[in-house]
């Protein structure tokens, strides 16, 4: 047999541009989310003439932070198809330790670290039993999320905990060259993730377990590891956002941070993750969420009446990840959808 | 063999030997309101050596737990309950059926429609008229006869909310026909929220005069954002309720008035009354112990004082 | 010279189910060593036992004489310098090329990926499987599976490791590309390396192989050198019996004219080239054509997985309506696709529910199912399989590849569907089933099915079909009978598009 | 050598009993909810007196009722690999249509039919949504969420509607043959979907659907059509729980349901439905919404404060899946988890 090469390929797949960053970072949903973005800021400025004044973007930036904090830490886990539904809890409680130990008169950068800490903690725990225990992450927080509100009311007596040093409200109130602290903070997370996600070998490791925990574990990844880490640093973040509202607030509020998880696992999914791991970004969650946040702002401003304010926001949440879908599809090359992935993928995944 | 971990301090107490129980269901645990509910309670069950149990939903919207509340209340075949009912209506087969089964039930803080033993609270639809009244007074200090108001509440459907904000927008039209609410907005009791909903509606009406937060949650966000604007000294807010926050803004000048209940009071008549109609005394069908409106000038009254600061329960016993 | 991998006493079993059962064997450096063994006989359980992917009940593992922890770690065995090819490939659809090829050990600065260095080294390892024109960058999850595949061993050949596994290697790639995987194997011999190769096509095992050990139902039957066995006596050694003839003998089929399956003007997506096909009832169509020349997405565009840019199906002259499975179904075609386990399983189903799905409509009356008519329907065709189960009701994906292979062919074989798609429908099954396929292939074309079979392996689809349609970057280049056809002039005519005057 | 028959099946081995039923039925993690539930019920039992009372367990089956209903229509969308979110906001939505048209002077049984129904076409929007549009189910029950219980908003002006007929409220409350209602309901739901999952083709489509959508598609199953008559179902069965829980409350209360999604959804996975699909019984998900419901009801019964009971609450579903998985390992076939299938499930499903 003389014949050429038969490994040539007929159609060869030589000529798209080198690319080793992962798939998802080029093309894919999280960018879009920056779209459908701004085509809301476009439409918020000419329907009202507040929308874009600096005071208002500096409350919207204020108001999206810590969802934007809590959503990066819950996309985390979410990228190892993990759920954390205890990052609400974890608001609360590290926001109530932070102002109980400023209470008892520790100095704030302790106190801080120390609410922050609490919150690794509670995440450390979450990702033991996911990883070691091998219980259903979305049980495992669920346990977590119950039983981290009830430590909160039993600490806080369900009281509000205050009056609180001065320096501590200035963290999340006060701005730095004009920016409100709170934006830099989120802005710094933001580009850590990021960086961690995209460039580190941790960061292709949680690609890498949730892709496939059974093939990175072949790999040699270390999975249980990562998982812990995850769970670990959404604790972390969440602790983070928990201080920082605690901050904002200028109290430890027992009650705060209910319900932040469906909002952050949203923020996840509208800015292009999936449920079913590996896929989405830093970049994107924080948008899922500044979408919200907009969305809502942009309701306020308007004046729309509550109820169908609900319902509106309803809507344009659908409207927004159709639109990011379908530009995805016109972008993405044609047929990946119809071919081969669909395996892993879900009949439109969650 | 059912123990109780409430009570006062689960040991016998002096009077224990009567061996009534009461229950005593709030509208939600997780408020300070409601806990110094069950403070008062607590005490009256420590005075008159009286079990006290105390329960309550997580949240005010959750009906159907305050159902299974009772329900297991009856369960527990306890003399007497003390409710503070999510709906005036939706509790009553459930009351029927307590009563039925020979437990006295008395309603705090909100009426129902069917027949209990007895009633103390506020009515709220006339604490609201009185902060709509003190709002339009507090615009009227500040020069202005006109403009829009915001109606900052905690979360829509909720009985109580509703009726306060009724009440705020009937006194404020009775006194204030040219002054108008923008927007009645719902924060679902997230202080975080109710700061960004009034930002957004300070930086969205430029004729905004004041403000009423229908709760305590409202109320601090509202402060919040009153702080995070400046607008402490011009815009005058009227807020319900008290927490130490509050208090604390009320003192700084972010919040001018709160019409304060005394839960404390709802607690200890409460259950008093319960263990009367348990032994067959007679109470007064209905007693409104009245709402005050409490601002820089009297909040240092004594009396005001303790309905600004009430006690509240201990969750460790 | 000591073994570099010596095992005794080896135990697994799958609760009740002994895949393994006091196996030994002995590799040496510079040896091809062959394991042979039906599907299900335990080929696969004791690779992933070798690599530490799974736990052994009993047994002695020992590398360079030292003695494996019973908790063994695919990091320990990797760091023991033994690389492994699965049989199920274990990539990560979602990363690129490049770290798929170094993951768990991504070149990195202080844990920064070093990008410049992933992509050289990702280049240096494609490299290895002259596959230099594959952009490192490029997602796992685009690749076509014969790319997978050789991204897979490049991925383990990159290590340099003593000891390489390969687990049915071949059967995701074509003639040539075998060939080539071939003889870099017998160069890595050559190198002393020892290698463990598994594979259903004998004549593989007979080019390259030094020894064999042979497993049948999870014990070893026979180890001895490749020159001391003939085809026969190795096959007799895996089935327990022999195999006489491997292909039918093709019976001059009576060709009644009209064409059962008609395909006029059909345009796969994205394809340029309108394709006629006419196949008539009791007639075995293959296609033929080099990885790539569209041959795959043909049969999914007449079965109408993919909707077509344009043609029409007919079958036995009734117009199919064309892009859904579901009507293509109902008159009559069914697919076995080529990716069993993204397109064909449903991994949490039993066997026996895997079997029957697409023949629900026909077991049920009213929409409702009876287990007991759907058990009568589906074990027969199940029993002929020659399934190693425990019992159809255990989930399909506890099965051996080669036995979830044949449960896809039975959920068509049970179907009663007269038009047969197979594309590489003997993908990892064993010599002795291929046969009895073969056979069964044959009887049905003889019942009057009309069946297309796609399939890399030549001698295959010489020795099955009728006639031979070749593909060339999705245009039909040639058709040849069987009769006439040799492997030069098909894949002449498949590289080039003409007939060499070979044929 | 002659061997014949080489087809190694167990059946001719023979020592296990041949079986008809699936393999999943008859060991898998949903006959572990009912083990957790009878320890359950032992140890109250012996704890509290007025536990295994009549009035007691009426008491339990009525408030175990609904939420039974919600997470069996919650498991349907689970099985397919989606979620509904907006189950919740749907209850709340058809308690206010019937109580609405009751008000408006229809007669019970029509009043009920619409409600119900109502619940179905939001089902069914929901279902083309995610079928056809082929947006996350997460994201489309998300929007709906929100969009539905502003619907309730507009339209009773979020007042509670009554006084609502007399016959109404007897639908919930009242007995036949000494059993709630409810509990009858409740336990025809249960069998009526179990029979539907097991028994019919429609079901095995359900399974293999969520097994793997495009291999299903390409086995002639209809996926699109399953799906959204699965949301349809879901919707429904939200739709009878909203009427129930109308019918219970004597009244339509706007917020009616709020965070029931929740509740659902932990329901199915205690009671062994994975979020990945294709794992779950109608019986495992009335299970596990029993066993929270008993929880909850004991540690009423037994007086328990509340802060502490929602930390108890939360480390016992721990416990409860934990045991249960445990008891899970036990029967199955030993090395299941670590082997093979593992492509699947994530490093412990969710
Ligand atoms: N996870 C599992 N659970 C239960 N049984 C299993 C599991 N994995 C493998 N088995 C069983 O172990 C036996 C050996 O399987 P194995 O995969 O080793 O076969 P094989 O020789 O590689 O076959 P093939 O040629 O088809 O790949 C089979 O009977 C199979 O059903
Ligand atoms: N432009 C392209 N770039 C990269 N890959 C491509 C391109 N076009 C097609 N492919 C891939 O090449 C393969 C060619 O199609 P097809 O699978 O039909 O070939 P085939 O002849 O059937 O080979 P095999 O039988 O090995 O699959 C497809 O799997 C497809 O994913
Ligand atoms: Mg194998
Ligand atoms: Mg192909």
């Not at chain 1, 702002?297 to 809507?315: D, Q």
């Not at chain 3, 492994?84 to 202080?110: F, K, T």
Request: hydrophobic fraction near 45%; charged fraction near 20%.
């Amino acid at each position: 047999m003389a014949l050429p090469k038969l490994i040539v390929r007929e159609r060869d797949i030589g000529d798209r541009p080198s690319r080793i960053i992962g798939w998802s970072d080029a093309v894919g949903r999280e960018g879009g989310g920056l779209v459908v973005l701004v085509i809301l800021f476009g439409a918020l400025a000419l329907a009202s003439d507040s929308f874009l004044t600096g005071g208002n973007m500096a409350n919207l930036s204020r108001q999206w932070a810590v969802y934007g904090i809590i959503a990066i830490g819950e996309l985390l886990v979410i990228l190892t198809k993990g759920i954390d539904l205890s990052v609400g809890s974890v608001v609360g409680l590290t926001g109530a330790v932070a102002a109980q130990l400023l209470v008892l008169g520790f100095p704030i950068p302790l106190a801080v670290l120390c609410a922050v800490l609490v919150g690794g903690v509670v995440g450390v725990i979450n990702g033991i039993l996911v990883a070691y225990a091998k219980l259903p992450p979305f049980i495992v927080t669920l346990g977590m999320m119950g039983a981290a509100r009830g430590v909160v009311l039993v600490i806080t007596n369900a009281n509000t905990i205050q009056p609180l040093p001065e320096g501590f409200s200035s963290i999340a109130n006060e701005s730095l060259l004009g920016i409100p602290n709170l934006l830099w903070i989120t802005v710094i997370v933001i580009i850590a993730i990021g960086f961690l996600l995209r460039r580190t070998v941790f960061g292709r490791y949680v690609y890498a377990a949730g892709s496939n925990a059974e093939s990175a574990r072949l790999s040699g990844v270390p999975v249980p590891r990562v998982l812990v880490t995850v769970y670990a640093m959404s604790g972390l973040l969440a602790g983070l956002g928990g201080v920082l509202l605690a901050s904002r607030l200028d109290a430890g509020v027992p009650t705060m941070g209910e319900t932040y998880e469906l909002d952050a696992i949203a923020a996840c999914v509208i800015g292009g993750a999936s449920l079913f791991g590996a896929k989405g970004s830093a970049l994107g969650a924080a948008t899922g969420a500044l979408i919200t946040s907009t969305l809502n702002n942009g309701g306020n401003l308007l004046g729309i009446n509550s109820f169908y304010l609900r319902i509106a926001i309803g809507v344009l949440i659908l409207l927004a990840v159709s639109f990011d879908q379908l530009q995805g599809r016109l972008f993405a090359r044609g047929e990946q959808t119809q071919a081969g992935t669909s395996g892993n993928s879900p009949p439109g995944e969650p | 063999k059912a123990t109780s971990s409430s009570g006062p301090g689960g040991n016998a107490g002096p009077g224990k030997a009567s061996g009534l129980r009461v229950d005593v269901i709030v509208k939600a645990t997780d408020s300070s309101f409601w806990q110094s509910m069950f403070a008062g309670a607590q005490k009256a069950g420590e005075d008159l050596g009286v079990e006290v149990g105390r329960f309550g939903p997580t949240s005010e919207t959750d009906v159907n737990e305050q159902v299974q509340l009772v329900e297991n209340s009856i369960s527990r075949g306890v003399n007497a309950i003390v409710l503070a009912a999510n709906s005036e209506t939706a509790l009553n087969k459930a009351i029927d059926r307590a009563r039925d089964a020979g437990i006295k039930v008395i309603t705090v803080d909100g009426t129902v429609t069917t027949k209990t033993e007895a009633f103390i609270g506020t009515n709220n639809l006339r604490a609201g008229e009185q902060a709509g009244q003190r709002l339009c007074k507090l615009i009227g200090e500040q020069g202005k006869t006109s403009g829009r108001v915001l109606l900052e509440n905690a979360v829509a459907g909720v009985q109580a909310l509703g009726d306060r904000a009724r009440g705020f927008r009937e006194g404020l039209a009775a006194n204030c026909p040219q002054i108008t609410v923008w927007e009645e907005r719902f924060n679902n009791n997230d202080i975080a929220t109710a700061a960004n909903q009034t930002n957004d509606a300070l930086g969205a009406v430029p004729d905004l005069v004041g403000v009423f937060a229908a709760n305590n949650m409202s109320g601090n966000g509202v402060a919040r954002a009153v702080k995070d604007t400046g607008r402490t000294a011009n815009l005058p807010v009227v807020a319900f309720d008290s927490d130490p926050q509050e208090n604390a803004a009320l003192a700084d000048g972010s919040i001018d008035a709160l019409v304060v209940q005394n839960p404390y009071f709802f607690g200890y008549q409460g259950v008093t009354e319960a263990i009367a109609v348990s032994t067959g005394a007679k109470v007064p069908l209905s007693l409104d112990p009245g709402a005050v409106v409490a601002d820089q000038a009297n909040m240092n009254d004594p009396a005001v004082k303790d309905l600004l600061n009430p006690p509240t329960a201990q969750a460790s016993k | 010279m000591t073994p570099v991998i010596r095992l005794s006493g080896l135990r697994k079993a799958f609760g009740g189910n002994v895949a393994l059962d006091d196996v030994s064997l002995d590799l040496r450096r510079g040896e091809v060593h062959c394991l042979a063994g039906e599907n299900g006989a335990g080929k696969s359980t004791l690779i992933r036992i070798l690599t530490g992917a799974l736990k052994r009940d009993a047994g002695d593992y020992f590398v360079d004489d030292r003695e494996m922890a019973a908790a063994l770690t695919p990091a320990a065995t990797r760091a023991a310098g033994i690389g492994a090819v699965y049989q199920e490939l274990s990539l990560l659809p979602d990363l690129s090329v490049a770290e798929n090829l170094l993951m768990g050990r991504l070149p990195n600065r202080g844990g920064v990926v070093d990008r410049r260095g992933l992509r050289d080294q990702a280049r240096a390892r494609l490299s290895k499987v002259d596959l230099e024109g594959l952009d490192p960058g490029t997602p796992v999850a685009e690749l076509p599976a014969a790319t997978r595949q050789l991204v897979e061993i490049a991925k383990v050949l990159g290590d340099d490791p003593r000891v390489i596994i390969f687990d049915e290697p071949t059967t995701a790639l074509s003639g040539d590309e075998a060939e080539s995987l071939l003889r870099r194997i017998a160069r890595l011999r050559d190198e002393g390396v020892a290698i463990l190769y598994v594979s259903h096509r004998l004549e593989e095992m007979f080019e390259i192989g030094d020894r064999v050990t042979v497993l049948r139902d999870g014990v070893v039957t026979r180890t001895a050198a490749m020159s001391e066995l003939s085809e026969d006596t190795l096959i007799a050694a895996m089935v327990g019996r022999d195999v006489e003839d491997l292909y039918p003998e093709t019976p001059a089929r009576t060709e009644n004219g009209n064409a059962l399956l008609r395909v006029r003007g059909l345009r796969p997506p994205g394809s340029p080239h309108a394709v006629d096909l006419d196949v008539r009832a009791g007639e075995i169509v293959g296609i033929a054509g080099l990885l790539g020349a569209g041959r795959s997405e043909l049969l999914r565009a007449i079965f109408g997985a993919d909707p077509p840019e344009s043609g029409t199906v007919e079958v036995a002259g009734k117009p199919v309506p064309t892009g859904r499975p579901r009507e293509a179904v109902r008159a009559g075609i069914g697919l076995l696709s080529e990716d069993r386990k993204e397109l064909g399983l449903l991994p949490e189903l039993t066997i026996r529910e895997n079997a029957s799905v697409a023949s629900l409509r026909g077991i049920a009356s009213r929409g409702l199912l009876s287990r007991r008519r759907e058990a009568q329907r589906v074990d027969s065709v199940l029993d002929g399989m020659r399934l190693r189960a425990g019992s159809y009701d255990q989930p399909v994906s506890t099965l051996s590849g080669g036995n979830q292979q044949k449960v896809l062919i039975a959920r068509w074989l049970v179907s009663r569907v007269r038009v047969l798609l197979f594309d590489e429908p003997t993908k990892g099954v064993d010599v002795g089933a291929k046969a009895e396929l073969y056979a069964l292939i044959g009887d049905l074309a003889a019942q009057g099915f009309a069946i297309v079979v796609v399939s890399s392996y030549l001698p295959e689809l010489l020795g099955l079909v009728d006639r031979i349609v070749v593909l060339k970057s999705g245009r039909v280049v040639g058709e040849v009978p069987a009769a006439e056809a040799t492997e030069e002039g098909l894949l002449t005519l498949a590289s080039t598009g003409r007939l060499n005057g070979a044929a």
